[in-house]
């Protein structure tokens, strides 16, 4: 069999560009509405196989929300914080929580855990703020 090689095509260099420094986890509409500003006449369905592809090709991570496939730059293992008045999503790093979690799926039979990230839910500091009358 021939290798997969790996085409940095303009449409994959937009989309990486636009998300790596991206941390808001956009959609695929978001990401649409960017590419088609510098791509006018490319469709919603090349978007997506392109997410698709660079997902599968651990360029890109894809984060579900509640059935909305979000996508981040950060590939390595981590975790998220949703407020639930806002929408935001945080990036939560801690090796502690991996490591314990990771070791609690070591005692799962028949099944062989490669990944977990674990999701918390609450509101981010500035709709705290808000609620509170402190902004």
């Given at each position: 069999m021939g290798e997969n090689k790996f085409v940095l095509t303009n449409q994959r260099s937009i989309i990486l560009d636009y998300i790596k420094d991206n941390h808001t986890h956009p959609t695929v509409d978001e990401m649409f509405n960017h590419v088609k500003r510098k791509l006018p006449r490319i469709s919603k369905k090349t978007v997506y196989s392109n997410l698709k592809f660079l997902v599968e090709?651990?360029?890109?991570?894809?984060?579900?929300?509640?059935?909305?496939?979000?996508?981040?730059?950060?590939i390595d293992p981590h975790h998220h914080l949703f407020c639930k008045s806002c929408g935001k999503i945080i990036d939560f790093e801690s090796d502690k929580?991996?490591?314990?979690?990771?070791?609690?799926?070591?005692?799962?039979?028949?099944f062989h855990v490669y990944s977990?990230?674990?999701?918390?839910?609450g509101i981010c500091k500035r709709c705290k703020g808000l609620r509170d009358g402190k902004v």
């Amino acid at each position: 069999m021939g290798e997969n090689k790996f085409v940095l095509t303009n449409q994959r260099s937009i989309i990486l560009d636009y998300i790596k420094d991206n941390h808001t986890h956009p959609t695929v509409d978001e990401m649409f509405n960017h590419v088609k500003r510098k791509l006018p006449r490319i469709s919603k369905k090349t978007v997506y196989s392109n997410l698709k592809f660079l997902v599968e090709n651990d360029l890109i991570s894809e984060v579900n929300v509640k059935g909305v496939l979000r996508y981040e730059p950060k590939i390595d293992p981590h975790h998220h914080l949703f407020c639930k008045s806002c929408g935001k999503i945080i990036d939560f790093e801690s090796d502690k929580l991996l490591d314990y979690s990771m070791g609690l799926a070591k005692g799962i039979k028949d099944f062989h855990v490669y990944s977990t990230e674990t999701n918390f839910y609450g509101i981010c500091k500035r709709c705290k703020g808000l609620r509170d009358g402190k902004v």
